[in-house]
């Protein structure tokens, strides 16, 4: 990400920011994608892995179910699953892949 000042980085004053909402990069791509699908097609592109990991689990598990994943699971993921998705009441074990 290339901010047209220092100041402007630290204060959060540029149009994108990597993780919150998208690049350029994504932005454009998801266009190109919605162009070739349709003219109404909708997409969406994850700015980020975690956006990615996190919005496809709150897509497809509900309170009562149990989610496997492997123990070197990124960081981040692992913080996601044991909080917020148990609090939603989903339990998570961890593997050895």
């Known amino acids: 990400m290339l901010y047209p000042t220092a100041e402007d980085l630290h204060a959060h004053r540029w149009r994108d920011q ?21 003219r109404n097609a909708r997409g969406w592109i994850a ?7 996190t919005t496809t689990l709150l897509a497809v598990l509900k309170a009562g179910d149990h989610l496997l994943v492997c123990d070197n699971a ?6 996601f ?9 989903v339990e998570t074990t961890y593997f050895d892949p």
């Open 81 to 89: 699953c044991d909080g917020l998705l148990a609090g939603y009441g």
């Open 74 to 79: 990124y960081r981040p993921t692992r913080n």
């Open 47 to 53: 700015p980020s892995g975690l956006s990615a990991i």
């Open 18 to 38: 990597y993780g919150r909402r998208g690049t350029p990069t994504t932005k454009a791509l998801q266009e190109a994608l919605m162009a070739l699908e349709a």
